[in-house]
């Protein structure tokens, strides 16, 4: 049996190594071929600051708005959130008619609503062959006057004339060499050949070699025009644009006459569902307004990182002090359990990407409490066997046998609370209810794993060969 724990104190060694790597301050993350994880420790809103925003359907209270369009507007706000260049946002739907929207690091309100509320314009726009080798993501002017036009009468690009300045002489001044004439730069300017007006439906689906494809469907004033150009341009460009960014760069490879058509790429349904989401709605899919918008201060947010980090360490130191004088050394064991849970816990919290705000640190610190009474429950079984007579080997067995349900009981008691608070957080968007129950709910379930494995090996490594008669001081009766 010793050798046996001695192979789980090695196990326990190497994964407390991984441990404090990953909660080491400035760690570079983990960067492995194509995969990598960023290892930062994300802070919410009330500790690094930023702007919360509330944001609510503009449209009569009898109106119908369906849940599909509250995911859509979502989705459209985190993509449009993305340029700018906020990392760490998040936005969830509270209700039917809410959407919740937080911004750490950012306290400009203007810019960000200015942001969020832009009507996105959509175009198809024709590329011929691509000269200029345009990809997702470039930025072109397209030209949405030409939506429409018959295609023999789109020109390929619109030159638009911009005199640049040149330098005369002052008036009695060094004569100076003269300029040649003004001259024109003529920026290409795209003419779209349809707008996101003209589509009716969008939606992903499976082609017959299980690949991810984007079905499209014209409404009747697109029909025709789109038959005319993919007739005429088999294999050319029919690029697609969302105010002015190419957000895909699409082949005609066949005429589509009737219709409806379909879009193949390398997607996943995720990228093809994001695609999708932006031709069906270009703007947003219900008017928005804002009716609340809350700014935290940095310096308040990393005033509150002080004051929880110092009352973490007292509450760490307490109950260390609590559990060294009341069981002495199977207390100094505990406590060294203790810390392991501590770090392993926050480890987590920076694997899976856990926003810590200040609800979210009490849930931590409450976990703790939570640990120590696993802990306190098995070390008082301890002294109950050793009374009666058992070995000290014996006793550490039987103490953590007998407790065990106690523990189990409890810490699923807890965890049903826990997913009690992150229903009602998700359903009504309070957000710090979530951020506590995540938190409180990981650190009961690191306390078990720790309670049951870290301290039981850490007793046996360590008490195994002890005998309880010689040192009478060491323990408390």
Request: hydrophobic residues 45%; proline residues 5%.
């Amino acid at each position: 049996m010793g050798q046996r724990y001695n192979t789980y104190l090695a196990i326990i060694i190497v994964v407390l190594a991984a441990v404090i790597w990953i909660d080491l301050p400035g760690n570079p993350g983990i960067h492995i071929g194509s995969y990598n994880k960023d290892l930062s420790t994300k802070l919410g809103l009330d500790l690094r600051g930023g702007l919360s925003i509330l944001l609510e359907v503009d449209l009569p209270a009898d109106t119908a708005v369906t849940a599909q369009q509250m995911q859509d507007a979502k989705s459209i706000l985190e993509s449009r959130s993305n340029g700018l260049g906020v990392s760490e946002i998040s936005f969830q739907v509270t209700g039917s008619r809410r959407i919740i929207g937080e911004f750490p690091g950012l306290t400009n309100t203007s810019d960000v609503i200015k942001t969020l509320k832009t009507t996105g314009q959509l175009a198809f726009v024709p590329l011929g062959s691509n000269p200029l080798n345009l990809k997702e993501g470039d930025k072109i002017k397209v030209d949405y006057t030409t939506a429409g036009i018959a295609v023999e009468l789109l020109p390929t690009a619109i030159p638009t004339a911009v005199v640049i300045p040149t330098i005369t002489p002052t008036p009695g001044g060094p004569a100076l060499t003269p300029n040649a004439s003004p001259t024109l730069a003529t920026p290409q300017v795209y003419p779209a050949l349809m707008t996101g007006a003209d589509l009716s439906a969008v939606q992903v689906s499976q082609s017959t070699l299980g690949q991810y494809v984007i079905d499209f469907t014209l409404k009747d004033s697109g029909t025709s025009v789109f038959a005319d150009y993919t007739s005429k341009h088999v294999g050319d460009i029919l690029a697609i644009a969302l105010d002015d960014t190419l957000i895909s760069v699409p082949r005609v490879n066949s005429a589509i006459t009737e219709g409806k058509g379909m879009i193949e790429g390398s997607f996943t349904y995720d990228s093809a569902n994001s695609l999708a989401i932006q031709l069906r709605y270009g703007s947003l899919p219900v008017p928005l307004k804002v009716i609340e918008s809350r700014a935290v201060g940095a310096t308040l947010g990393q005033d509150s990182i002080n004051k929880s980090f110092r009352a973490g360490i007292i509450g760490m130191v307490m109950v260390i002090l609590f559990m060294i004088i009341s069981y002495r050394l199977p207390g100094v064991l505990a406590s060294l359990a203790l810390a392991a849970y501590a770090a392993t816990a926050f480890a987590i919290f920076k694997l899976i990407g856990v926003t810590l705000t200040l609800p979210g640190i009490a849930g931590f610190v409450l976990s703790i409490g939570v640990a120590v009474d696993a802990n306190i429950l098995i070390f008082e079984r301890l002294k109950e066997e050793l009374r009666a007579g058992r070995s000290l080997r014996q006793a550490i067995d039987v103490a953590w046998t007998r407790a065990w349900t106690s523990i189990r009981d409890s810490n699923i008691t807890t965890l049903i609370t826990c997913a009690v608070l992150f229903v009602y957080g998700s359903a009504y968007g309070a957000t710090i209810v979530k951020g506590f129950a995540v938190t409180l709910s990981i650190g009961v379930l690191v306390s078990l794993v720790t309670a049951v494995f870290v301290t039981r090996t850490f007793l046996h490594v360590v008490l195994d060969n002890l005998k309880f008669a010689e040192h009478p001081m060491w323990f408390r009766a």
